[in-house]
């Protein structure tokens, strides 16, 4: 199906006409998916995720996606734009250069539900399976923060951006021909509780991801890297837990068990 | 219909409604209800930090805090609330750090703190560094810590469930009836107790830092049933949104050394608030900006001004702002660290809401009666500790300790009284609103009547108000809300039905925005984020006192008047 849309003109500018080719699938309608195609007036700084609203809103209501905050921080609206997978919120049309149209697809890897959804349940199946919590002493009133340095933190800094979006994971080719493998997602979760050093159960996860499925399905694709909206090594912190994997954790500079209490001489 | 039995159930996933979650016992049998997944909530989006008085650089006190706070309200806040909240603080933070939060940190290993708008120390004195945070996103690791936990906990979530209606009977609440997105089935969750933990409603305004999903359904489900509204005419709107889409940019960013500027070059802030400049309240430094903006002083005559990091270098901008600095990047294509990011003020927080007291027990009239089985926190509620203004990095503070009061007192509760039988009318409103919206065939679409609202509301009713505006607005307002009567839909299936919950979020946000705009215009005079064109002073005589404003169907909201807890600090004029 072809739509041209007659946006309402904005402030009299110039704008282009491109064309959104956008993968649809509602198995109450049919069995198979399809492709629809939009052709809207836009500008080069409009976001992918206003177009998708726009054509929500105004031309077909029944269009599947995903959307909470809009600005890269919530996670909701990974997609797959121009045969990347990106979050539709962070991704603008002069992203996709040229006057090609834009193929708009569901991320890859996983059932799609309808339209742009996917069934998360097996990618949060995945990361849930890796313990990815820290287990410390619980803290009593009175006593103060569990101490780490900042060079600590910044050691997991870079993985705790993680918005569980999803767009490493189905990116990854190892996952594609493998369904039960845990994936970027998961493994970037299991670096940042596996290296924090107030976390008492690291040893837990690192029993997790040793596995069949686990770490050493990983290939170094890099594919999980290229995704990641928050820019997040991902296949750098894969790459810490097989070495953790390898050579065991070095615990010597962990402050873990050291707690500053209350009274304390202040510095 | 499906049934579901529970001892607590908790709507809404994000900060307030996991810290709740986390303080019932294993032994009472929870279920969560989120919109979306629990992950997605909003609570990530809040950036520079979260308050309390550790004192991990220099010297600072619970009381100091409060009294930065009752003085931030505007003197509406409750002191008694207000106290307790900033002498649990400290705990609070100490229990997320504990709970795996990675705070960035000090030389010595202790949390890092720093300055934000209005906390001061000695009275008043200077800027003091309370703000606890992880660089400058603090909500997302809050969030993401609290889920991390549930998930230990093996909590019950039931992800993208809509609420629809909560079920009353004799002043007391038994469950709530909820849809499945994914399917359109109606669920009713009876339960002992209900914890409201829904968030605001930015989405009412045209520009806002809010998520689409922030539509204030928790207030409006309980508005309809007869529950006040309290605080309503107290719109936050935060100074920094990035020009023109309203995206956030954190106050650290000023905490830190960045500078607002006029066209001209000047730091007016100098002019508006001597003593603590851009570190003065979000109400008085989005005032100050229109103020510039109205004397032809915005960048190129237009409606923004400028945020100058320009001067704090790569650095610290990389290690202590990265991601606001990213989002001048991605959506203006700006470096912050060489030139200025254009700001203008945007819709952020809802200083009213489901009137509460400490415990998070939900207040129905200005005497302090209960509806027993019903707690409120977080954004939705109102303890009140923001009174007529919040400060920067409390919103944090009071999911965290609040979230936590409502979690222990809803168990106490539950623990101690028997499922009630539901009524035989449970879920019949919320049944025939969507079979009405279902059944209309000719009539405005629902994105029709959203922007129409959006529009009015940003016009007549955001930073500046007065009554000629208000009364033009309450007109259309009420035009819009006949209008959506015949809303039309032409998705009619069950399957992932987005348009259907677009047009009950929307009955939900024309619900609020008239409380919103009533209370406005009921109340005459400029208290904190209420700015009246035509009242321009604070009159304590006649308006130090908290509106409850009630729905009647069909007519205009009547109001109802609720003392404010003072004692400890003095009513006294609001200078920085």
Redesign the interface.
Known sequence: MSILVNLRSRQGFIEMLRVFRIQRFNPEREPNQWVDEYTLEVNEDDKILDILLKIRDEVDTTLGFRASCAHGVCGSDGMMIDGLNRLACQTFVGDVPGRKPINIAPLKGVPVEKDLIVDMDPLLDKVKSVNPWVVAKEHKAGERELLMSQEDFEKIEDMTKCIWCSCCTTSCPSLWSDSDYLGPQALVMAARFILDTRNEDAEKIIEKVGGLDGVFRCHTIGNCTDACPRDIDVTGAIAAVKKVLLQGIDNEDKFSNIVWEKGDEKE | MNKHQYDVIVIGAGGAGLSAVAAIPKGLKVAVLSK??P????T??AQGGISAA??NLEEDNPLWHAYDTVKGSDYLGDQDAIIQMCNDAP?A???L????L???????????QRPFGGHTKNWGESPVRRACH??D?TG??IL??LY??A??RETNFF?EFQVVEIITKDNSCCGVVAVKL?TGERHVFHSKSVILATGGYGRCFKVTSN???LTGDGMAICYQKGIPLQDMEFVQFHPTGLHP?G?LITEGARGEGGILVNSRGERFMERYAPSIKDLAPRDIVSRSIYEEIKAGRGIDAKDFVHLDLTHLGRKLLDEKLP?VTG?AR??LNIEPADEPIPVKPTTHYAMGGIPTDVDGRVIIDPDGSIMHGLYASGECACVSVHGANRLGTNSLLDLVVFGKRAGQHASIYSESSKLSELPSDAGYDSESFLQQVRSNTRGP???EIREKMQEIMMDYCSVFRNEEGMKKCASLLSELREDFQKVT???K?N?????MMAAFELSCMLDVSEATLHGAMLRKESRGAHSREDYPDRNDQDWLKHTLCYQEKGNDPTFKFKNVNLGKFEVKARVY
């Open positions: 979306l997944f992950f997605r909530s909003h990530g989006a550790l004192g705990d933070i100490f229990d750090e504990r709970k795996g990675p705070f960035s940190r000090l030389g010595n290993g202790k949390i890092s992880s660089a996103r997302h690791m993401h810590t991390q936990q998930l230990r992800d994914s998520a689409l999903s889409l995206i991601d989002f991605t959506y679409k629902v994105y839909i032409s998705d299936s399957f992932y039905n987005y348009e």
